[in-house]
């Protein structure tokens, strides 16, 4: 037989067992978050025609975009994000807005990034989005579930920035550089990343005057409070981007009332999101203390549906990467320890008490304990330390003595304590040791 040597394209990556449990338990927050939120789920197929994803990221992003080119002459593409797929469902669905649509999506996406530290070449997107709506109330919700989320999840040094992109056409008029939104906000969005000298130089290779990158620079530089950033705008730009202003404002407002606390957000006019689509307000997630690059962006996007249908249907969302909310988790020690879902390890004496055993086990899991059975009896120190490694919280022991007084043991793994109990009640006591574990 010829050796095929076992091998993985760089930026993907298997997920083993521990690490599905922990994905597992992610996944199921973020969903709950989301239903608690209204928002239904929806999947779309992980390949598109190549055309339905094009012209809507960007030159930069969509040099990213997997082509697949068929022998019957049609190019489909794997998905890049959730978004551009929802736009297609809801332009083939449009019953689906009445009036308004609240879904959210957990599937895989492919970009052909380098890879690193939170990037891969496929990865899960969580996203939610709501379909129909211009009222900046929508906005504010999202903003409201990203914050839940990352308190839920244990981060404290984080921080949501907000921008709208109509104060970004405002500092572009302002900077009168023409139609150059689009490599402005390509540009600044790398600020973080490649600092403000690179970023300058940037944008001088796009043909903008110094004169007109020191007015870029004398809005994406504005900080402070809430209000503090909103009023310096007001004064910058504030005849040309008074709505964009405007709409800061109103979603402050809406999270005030919701109870967002104040010092988890701050207005960013440097914050720019690369994607074309976007079209009023835009906000990402970075965790101050993981170094690990934005863990969830979106926006409002009023305009990518329209594309589709020749009528522009109000959208706004974001995305949940959750490799990278993994791997912040796993940096800053929030993951709990999740080895195994097994509960309960049936562990028969010997292979003549095998079916008595397979009987016990099937008490146990219509019982609703998670359960398998150690087949091949030997020794208890294999088949304790099989728990052990797997960590399997208790071991039912099925031995002849204990048996033939009506009895089973029952061992806790982590105590290494060994209680007997009645077979009539061996269940209760089971479950009456999970609870406290």
């Known amino acids: 037989m010829e050796f095929i040597k076992p091998r993985i394209y760089s930026g993907l990556r298997d997920r083993l067992p521990e690490q599905m449990n922990y994905r597992g338990l992610v996944v199921s927050k973020l969903q709950a978050l989301f239903e608690r939120y209204g928002f239904e789920p929806l999947e779309t197929p992980a390949m598109e025609f190549y055309d339905i994803l094009t012209g809507k990221y960007g030159e930069e992003a969509e040099n990213l975009i997997y082509?697949?080119?068929?022998?019957?002459g049609k190019t489909l593409a794997l998905r890049y994000d959730l978004t551009v797929p929802l736009s297609r469902v809801i332009a083939m669905n449009s019953e689906l807005?009445?009036?308004?649509?609240?879904?959210?999506?957990?599937?895989?996406?492919?970009?052909?990034?380098r890879p690193q530290r939170g990037r891969y070449r496929e990865f899960t997107q969580c996203d939610i989005d709501a379909i129909g709506s211009k009222s900046m109330l929508q906005d504010a919700e999202i903003i409201a579930a990203i914050y839940e989320m990352m308190i839920s999840f244990g981060f404290h040094q984080f921080e949501i920035l907000i921008n709208n992109r109509k104060i970004l056409d405002g500092m572009v008029k302002?900077?009168?550089?023409?139609?150059?939104?689009?490599?402005?906000?390509?540009?600044?969005?790398?600020?973080?990343?490649?600092?403000?000298?690179?970023?300058?130089?940037?944008?001088?290779?796009?043909?903008?005057?110094?004169?007109?990158?020191?007015?870029?620079?004398?809005?994406v530089e504005i900080e402070g409070h809430h209000e503090a950033v909103l009023s310096d705008l007001e004064k910058a730009i504030g005849g040309i981007a008074q709505e964009g202003v405007n709409e800061l404002r109103e979603i402050r407002s809406y999270l005030s009332e919701l109870g967002i606390d104040e010092g988890y957000y701050r207005f960013d006019p440097a914050l720019a999101r690369g994607l074309d689509y976007y079209t009023g307000p835009v906000f990402e997630v970075v965790i101050k203390d993981a170094s690990i690059g934005s863990v969830v962006g979106g926006g409002r996007w009023d305009t990518l549906i329209g594309q589709y249908t020749g009528k522009h249907i109000p959208a706004v969302g974001t995305s949940f990467g959750l490799e990278r909310l993994i791997d912040s988790m796993e940096k800053l020690n929030l993951l709990p320890q999740i080895t195994t879902k097994t509960q309960v390890l049936v562990v028969p004496f010997n292979t003549e008490l095998i079916p008595q055993?397979?009987?016990?086990l099937a008490q146990l899991r219509s019982a609703g304990v998670n359960s398998e059975i150690y087949g091949e009896p030997k020794s208890f120190r294999q088949t304790f330390g099989y728990a052990n490694r797997k960590g399997i919280p208790l071991a039912l022991v099925i031995a002849p003595d204990e048996l033939s007084n009506g009895q089973l043991a029952i061992r806790n793994m982590r105590t290494r304590e060994q209680e007997v109990c009645s077979i009539d009640c061996f269940i209760d006591n089971i479950q009456a040791i999970l609870s406290k574990i």
Not at 67 to 72: E, N, Q, S, V
């Open 357 to 360: 055993s397979l009987r016990f």
């Open 97 to 113: 807005v009445r009036p308004i649509f609240k879904r959210y999506q957990i599937q895989q996406v492919w970009r052909g990034e």
């Open 67 to 72: 082509r697949l080119d068929y022998k019957d």
């Open 174 to 219: 302002y900077a009168e550089v023409g139609d150059k939104l689009k490599e402005i906000c390509r540009s600044i969005d790398k600020l973080e990343k490649i600092g403000q000298e690179k970023v300058r130089q940037e944008l001088a290779k796009s043909d903008i005057s110094d004169q007109a990158i020191k007015k870029i620079f004398s809005i």
